[in-house]
Each structure stands twice: as C-alpha cells, then as structure tokens.
C-alpha cells in the first residue's frame, strides 16, 4: 500500500495554571497558563479520528466533590462555556459522533476529560497505561491523576489496546518501532514512556508535505525537549517513572536536533499552540 496522508488540526480545549518552575526546571516560580491539546486527523478513507480531548465539562462535574476537588486546587482549571473539544468540533459543522477514533495518549485528566461526548468512537490506547492509573482505591487513583469517570462507563468495550509488543512499522529517531493506525504510515503511534507509563505518541504524515510528532507530556513545552530540559523534580510526584521520563526526553532532544523538519508538539505548550486557542 502506498503511504497515506492525513491533514492535522490542532486545538485547545481549556487550560491548567501551574507553576511554571515545576515544569521546566530553572523557569521562575510564578503561575503560568498551559493549554490542554487535542488533535483532529482527517484520513480520507478513515474518517476523523482525536488525538486527546483535553479539558471538557466533565473535568469540572467530576470534580465537584471530594477528595476529587482537590485535583482542581492543585491544577486550576479554565474553561469557558463550549470550549471542549466536542463543542469546537459542532461549531465548525462536525458532529463528534462522526469521530469514529480517539486516541488517548495516558490517562491524565486533561487528555481523556472529553472522552464521554465521542459516543460512537473505538478508543485507542495502552492497557499499561489504563492498568497502571486505574488500580488500587479512588484516592490512589486521584493521586495518579486518574478520574475514572471522565472515561464513558462502556470503554472497556470500546477500547483498542495497543502495546509496545504490537508495534509492527518504523518509528522515528530513537523511536526505533511503531504501531500503523491505518496501514498506511500516515499515523504511527510510538512509545513515550515516563511521565506516565505506556504513554502514547504520534507520528503523522501531514497532507501538506510536513512530518509531525505528537509527544502528549513527554515534553512539556518546546523549551523542554529543545533544550533537553527536564521538569523539577517535584513533578516527578506525579510520574510514572522520572528516570526513563529523562531518558524519553533526551531521545526527544536528539531528535529534534537530528531532524529539525519534524515538527515536534507537545501537549502543554502556550507558545507552540498560541494560534490554536
Ligand atoms: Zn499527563
């Protein structure tokens, strides 16, 4: 089959303050906005498929109560009335119920918050990383980043799970394997562990001629992985695995150096997404 091409739109779907010091280490400690990403990808045989959903009103009804609101205290969330993805995608003619795919690159709240309002998609995404967020108690979960209720209550019905092992195509840089969405490498998901476990990225062949790398949080920002600049090591609280975070990150930096056409997109980055808000 000859490679597929897909056009590629980015958005914002609300946004997070954090700490800009946690996020990038040496940064001033001082509040600063991060948008939440998604990404629409239109293949002309397969229809639309979301990478992410970022924030939706979900997010805000889950939570509501404790101990869940804690999870707003510590991230303040901003989200205006039909700002979620779903919401964006009616405003410009689209029904989500013609997303017939959602990736979920981890199960952090502002990836998977809209993942109710794509009622007749198939979810795409690693069993390691729902397995390792979705066990123990409520609080452990939470503690994760975890609300299980953001995740519509058929999805273990409606999940495709794809793990390293399926990798079956090339990947990028040190990104050595990848797995073909379509079977045609015009979408390649990669493995991007640390910040969470089974972490999902996206390599996609951009209708107009361009390569993109979809990173989720691999990279916080493109100062990030720009300048292989991890984040404080306070965050590393809320990762899977801060070590292998670095080493995912350095991998992201010699790439970027390797191959500075590929255009690398993290999910979080105010100056990369500016245009998309
Ligand atoms: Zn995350």
């Given at each position: 089959m000859s490679e597929g091409r897909v056009t590629l739109t980015l958005g914002v779907a609300g946004a997070c303050q954090h700490p800009e010091g946690m996020v990038l280490r040496h940064a001033p400690w001082r509040a600063a906005s991060f948008p939440a990403m998604y990404a629409l990808i239109e293949h002309p045989?397969?229809?639309?498929?979301?990478?992410?959903?970022?924030?939706?009103e979900a997010f805000l009804r889950e939570t509501s109560p404790f101990p869940a609101?804690?999870?707003r205290w510590l991230t303040p969330v901003t989200l205006g009335p039909r700002t979620s993805a779903?919401?964006?995608l009616r405003a410009r003619g689209v029904d989500p119920r013609e997303v017939r795919r959602v990736v979920l690159s981890h199960f952090h709240a502002d990836h998977i918050a809209g993942a109710r309002d794509f009622t007749e998609a198939r979810f795409v995404a690693s069993r390691e990383a729902y397995a390792s967020v979705s066990a123990g108690s409520a609080f452990a979960q939470l503690v994760r980043?975890?609300?299980?209720?953001?995740?519509?209550?058929?999805?273990?019905?409606r999940v495709d799970f794809i793990e390293a092992r399926?990798?079956?195509?090339?990947?990028v840089g040190e990104f050595h394997r990848g797995f073909d969405l379509f079977g045609d490498r015009s979408v390649t998901l990669i493995g991007l562990p640390g910040h969470a476990a089974g972490q999902l990225g996206a390599l996609i062949q951009g209708a107009e001629g361009r390569r993109h790398l979809?990173?989720?949080?691999?990279?916080?920002?493109?100062?990030?992985f720009k300048d292989n600049r991890p984040s404080h090591p306070l965050a590393g609280l809320i990762m899977d695995a801060p070590s292998q975070a670095r080493t995912t990150l350095a991998g992201l930096h010699r790439l970027s150096q390797a191959d500075p056409a590929l255009d690398i997109i993290p999910s979080h980055c105010r100056f990369r997404l500016s245009a998309c808000a």
């Open positions: 045989r397969e229809g639309l498929t979301l990478y992410d959903t970022g924030y939706a609101r804690l999870y779903a919401a964006q980043g975890f609300l299980p209720g953001l995740l519509p209550d058929d999805f273990l019905a399926d990798f079956n195509a090339q990947g979809l990173v989720a949080d691999a990279a916080w920002t493109t100062a990030s």
